[in-house]
């Protein structure tokens, strides 16, 4: 689909608004929508062409939902919309996902409020006006009393520090910016850095048309077969006919997913049952391998290790070569990285064409105009893939650097800790509200019904204020340190934060490391509720301001 947009502005103008958004994906799309409908006026900024986010820019081969999929990856403020889209897979590929965005988008007429192909490049706040003012990459400045951070939790790519690496000579892409042309391996030596989510995802398909690849292993992952299929007829239906039923179980369940939830505890059974229901998982795949597992896996050092064994044993099994299989072992507490669905991503070891490089026994020394140097040698490449993620949850937030009162920016504000209450504002910074940041489930919920309840929250928050007659809003800092401490005391309840991951910053040096996710599920929504209820305890008010007083 070729995206209109809309006639350029002239440059140095200033447009006022009751809402801007900054980002046209998941969230900035549904942010239009409900405060469109709230009667708001409202303008959306998004460097890229067109709507999407993250399905935009991810157009990696083998690029797919891999959390729990289709067809309930999608939006629920709107029963149409799932009665007139059919979803054709499980976990859908990304080409079919941005095809429901852009449905998405004609069906409200969104693109008529977005601004693409613009940067924000300045975001402010002026106390005595009370609003903030944008400036972008066009020229044109906006201004609006609220300012809605949309801009996403994967999205700022994290790009390696690597001696000599700009001196490659060959085709370089990172796969969180992966171009809209077609990209062909065929007859090429390719080199793939990273082994998460988007390594294990695009490998097994570079492998099947390169001449030869070369997998730099930055650290050994758990990964669990898909089990990619066709979603039928009937559960289309099934999915359609009870559509409020199934927004309800979605509501209730920890993790958004209209799953039914269990108290199975992995230490109450024998080792043999244990095996044998991780078997029955593993034979059907897809990420209730995890959801339909053991409640204890995340708390148990002895629970996880049960789980941690059973795939290990499944690498041995799978992979025919016993060092590559060794290589490939995991050492680390299974679920506190990001779990990881494939498509034949161990099985791809098995072909002549494909070498694995253990990054941590044999490092990258250097690159050349033609190959990558490691310890143990010279590998000459054609291609460089970059599958080195992203500086996850708060990296967006702090590219962005809006300045708050006193002009204070997010980089001070956040230089030990991403100080926020309720995963939604941030002392300092009134009237500014983040989708999907640090203090939030985040990326551990069904991120489209995630940004709609969180967006529900603020609309009537918004409300709240007009009705009473105040022009900012801000949290406390003792808020603030309490919240901190909440997040932190549920993380800290887990095996997670014992584990370097994106999810505690270690992939990014000089990121402050700690667990920055709210990790109670479904909870955290009962909590900004009851925080509602409460008259908005926790937030500092002020009146507005008369025109005559500014």
């Known amino acids: 689909m070729t995206s209109t947009n809309q006639p350029p502005r002239k440059s140095g103008s200033i447009e006022h608004y009751d809402v801007v958004i900054i980002g046209a994906g998941v969230s900035g799309m549904y942010a239009l929508h409900h405060f469109r409908e709230m009667g708001l006026s409202v303008r959306v900024y998004d460097g890229a062409s067109d709507i999407g986010g993250t399905w935009w820019y991810n157009r990696y081969p083998g690029a797919r939902v891999d959390g ?3 067809p309930f990856y999608c939006y629920t403020f709107s029963e149409k919309l799932m009665q007139e889209w059919d979803w054709a897979e499980t976990q859908s590929e990304q080409s079919a996902v941005l095809a429901y965005l852009e449905h998405v988008a004609d069906r409200f007429d969104l693109r008529r409020d977005i601004q693409f192909e613009t940067w924000v490049e300045d975001a402010r706040y002026d106390e005595a006006a009370q609003r903030w003012t944008v400036e972008t990459s066009t020229g044109v400045s906006a201004s609006a009393p609220f300012l809605i951070c949309a801009v996403g939790a994967l999205s700022t790519t994290n790009m390696p520090d690597i001696p000599g690496i700009n001196d490659f000579a060959g085709e370089c892409y990172h796969t969180g910016r992966w171009p809209h042309e077609p990209v062909s391996f065929e007859g090429k030596r390719v080199a793939v850095i990273g082994t998460g989510s988007s390594g294990i995802q695009s490998i097994p398909e570079i492998a099947r048309e390169a001449a030869h690849v070369t997998v730099l292993q930055r650290t050994a992952q758990y990964s669990v077969p898909a089990g990619n299929r066709p979603i039928t007829p009937e559960e289309m239906a099934e999915a359609r006919e009870d559509f409020d039923a199934i927004c309800a179980k979605m ?31 593993w034979q059907r795949g897809g990420f209730k391998f995890f959801l339909d597992g053991y409640n204890d896996i995340a708390v148990s050092e002895e629970a996880n290790a049960s789980l941690a064994d059973f795939i290990r044993d499944k690498i041995r099994e799978i992979v025919h070569d016993p060092e590559t299989a060794e290589k490939l072992m995991p050492d680390y507490f299974v679920m506190t990285k990001r779990p990881i669905l494939d498509d034949g991503y161990f099985e791809t ?14 490092p990258i020394e250097r690159f050349t105009p033609t190959s990558v140097v490691t310890r143990s040698g010279e590998h000459p490449i054609d291609m460089l893939v970059l599958a080195t993620g992203f500086d996850a949850i708060s990296g967006s937030m702090l590219r962005l650097n809006p300045k708050g009162r006193g002009g204070m920016s997010l980089e001070e504000r956040w230089q030990d800790r991403f100080h926020n209450y309720l995963g939604l504002t941030i002392a300092g910074f009134p009237n500014l509200f983040m989708i999907h940041g640090p203090g939030s489930p985040g990326v551990f919920y069904n991120m489209p019904l995630g940004a709609e309840r969180q967006l529900n929250w ?4 918004m409300g709240h204020l007009e009705k009473h007659g105040m022009g900012a809003v801000e949290p406390t800092t003792d808020s603030e340190e309490a919240w901190g401490n909440e997040v932190s005391g549920i993380a800290n309840a887990t095996l997670f934060p014992r584990t370097d991951s994106w999810w505690t910053g270690a992939n990014i040096p000089g990121k402050p490391r700690y667990f920055s996710a709210y990790l109670g599920g479904s909870l955290y929504y009962q909590r900004i509720a009851d925080v509602a209820a409460k008259d908005y305890e926790g937030f500092a008010f002020e009146q507005a301001h008369r025109a005559d007083d500014a």
């Open 458 to 461: 603020i609309g009537d928050f």
């Open 349 to 362: 070891f098995n072909r002549d064409n494909v070498t694995l490089v253990d990054l941590r026994e044999d």
């Open 68 to 70: 729990p999929g289709s």
């Open 251 to 281: 509501h209730a369940n920890p993790g958004g997913f209209p799953f039914d939830n269990h108290t199975r505890m992995a230490l109450d059974h024998t080792p043999e049952e244990r095996n044998a229901h991780y078997e029955k998982l």
